[in-house]
């Protein structure tokens, strides 16, 4: 059974810092590309940042500088590290999966940005 688990989203104070997980199974994690998305209310879910099966990884312009995405391919996890948090990252954080033509969701950890 394919499972993305994403974790370590919460509240947290402008300019403040937080880890987002995604822990997979049920498929081989290191053949796939992963990728970080957000969806804020009324908006579109937007890609985030990738990392790729080598060493290949994409932020958009909004969050460069300020994001690091790595991934373990032992432990099966992809991380977001969040720093210099802005409220326009309040969202909604999804973990995916993608190797064509599979892809697959986590379920989404609520990020909020706020004094």
């Known amino acids: 059974q394919v499972q993305l688990v994403e974790s370590g989203g919460g509240l947290v104070q402008p300019g403040g810092s937080l880890r987002l997980s995604c822990t997979a199974s049920?498929?081989?994690?290191?053949?796939?590309?992963m990728r970080w998305y957000r969806q804020a209310p009324g908006k579109l879910r937007e890609l985030v940042a990738l990392?790729?099966?080598?060493?290949?990884?994409y932020y958009i312009p909004s969050v460069k500088g300020r994001f690091t995405i790595s991934r373990d391919n032992a432990e099966n996890t992809v991380y977001l590290q969040m720093n210099s948090l802005k409220p326009e990252d309040t969202a909604v954080y999804y973990c995916?999966?993608?190797?064509?033509?599979?892809?697959?969701w986590g379920q989404g950890t609520q990020v909020t940005i706020s004094s």
């Open positions: 049920g498929f081989s994690f290191s053949s796939f590309t």
């Open positions: 995916n999966a993608l190797s064509e033509p599979y892809t697959y």
């Open positions: 990392i790729g099966t080598g060493t290949r990884v």
